[in-house]
């Protein structure tokens, strides 16, 4: 993956919690679920993207001013389609708990279509239905949450990627060293997952629709302190 020539591989971006962001071998930059790194005393990264995704309108999904990027180009739960040119995007409605949104409201699911078929599955707080399940199939690069307390825990997100067998599982929204959130820590997700993983030096790595594992394997990044 790493190898992949620059003419076909997405880099993909983990700047702590659930942000992220995807450059296509365009150029193209779509980011998803900034945080301002201060509320969560973690590193402040301020990026430039070409469209901005959010899941929900939480504080630490929504920072908006961290990214630099066309005021026509931010969607805040999309619902239904988008064309952005480079990709297209499929927004689903979900919900950040197990009582249909009535203690943490609605959540968004996105799945990314483009050379690399990636989904995001935000603050994601119940299993997924049929009609997201069946969504998810086939899908390249699967980014969950899996640190619990406020959305699906481990175990849970565990039971979503063997349901879904995703090429490649990005854990986000869990503990790291110096957040203030409390969530449970990564391990948890990696001592009970049984798939392959790859530990990334850095917070990025590139990836290659023809060099994908042929297995699911787990992204274990670290997030750069300064």
Do not use: C
């Amino acid at each position: 993956m790493q190898g992949a020539g620059a003419g076909d591989s997405i880099l993909v971006e983990w700047f702590g919690h659930s942000y992220v962001r995807l450059t296509y071998p365009s150029g193209f930059r779509l980011v998803i679920d900034p945080h301002d790194g201060g509320s969560l005393n973690l590193p402040e990264f301020r990026v430039e993207a070409d469209a901005l995704l959010i899941t929900h309108d939480h504080y630490d999904h929504n920072a908006v001013e961290m990214v630099d990027a066309p005021k026509g180009a931010v969607y805040k739960s999309l619902r239904g389609k988008v064309n952005l040119g480079q990709v297209k995007v499929v927004g689903y409605r979900s919900f950040h708990d197990k009582s249909q949104g009535s203690i943490r409201g609605e959540n968004t699911v996105y799945i990314i279509e483009g050379p690399l078929r990636a989904a995001h599955l935000g603050d994601l707080g119940h299993k997924p239905g049929t009609e997201l399940l069946d969504a998810l199939q086939g899908i390249d690069l699967l980014i969950i949450p899996v640190g619990g307390v406020y959305t699906i825990d481990a175990y849970e997100a565990w039971e979503i990627v063997e349901s879904v067998k995703p090429r490649l599982v990005l854990p986000i929204h869990y503990w790291i060293p110096r957040s203030t959130v409390p969530l449970d820590p990564l391990e948890v997700f990696l001592n009970i997952s049984k798939a392959r993983r790859l530990r990334v030096e850095g917070n990025s790595i590139k990836v290659a629709k023809t060099s994908l594992p042929e297995k699911t394997t787990i992204l274990v990044m670290q997030l750069p302190y300064g």
